[in-house]
């Protein structure tokens, strides 16, 4: 219980946004490179570029997660099962900022859980701050209380990113946004091409 709601304080004081307004504000949006270069929970490098002409659903976090994570992620695989063959045109990232426990083959049994289509990014401490950084997002690691060096919680902002086909900020919702809410956002973005 205490840990539950030391991440909720930490999913508001770490820099949680609430909810955008469809479209995103210049000011904020300027702020979001989108920029990263990973590994994939296969081994492959990738960047921002990779994903270019896909709609980008992300969240960033860590597979020991207890509970921001996975809710995060399971709205996320909630929200493309609502879109149906649409969901085609989105591809579901998680980066992990726990590199050291979030091993490949740890990510990849983790996205398992919520869908094939989901790819879990990894790479260097240095890679991972500066994907962070281009996303805004905080985190702290936590030193182990029981002496393990492998037991301890990294703080983290939580949300969940949705990204433009051309890796451009489209917006940024809150972990705790519902399945209809990021699948109505996706639409938006979709539907806002075709204008």
Known sequence: MMLRSMMLAVAIGFGALPALPFGPTPALASEFTGRFLLETHDGKRVN????????????????YCPDVCPTALSTMASALDLLGTKANQVVPLFVTVDPKRDTPAQLKDYMAAFGPRFIGLTGTVQMTDAAAKAFRVRYEIHPPEDGDPNHYVVDHSAGIFIMNRDGSFAAKLGYMADANEVAERLRQVMDGEKK
Do not use: H, K, N, V
Request: net charge neutral; hydrophobic share 45%.
């Open 48 to 63: 921002d570029e990779s994903f270019a002409g896909r709609i980008r659903l992300m969240a960033f976090g860590y597979t």
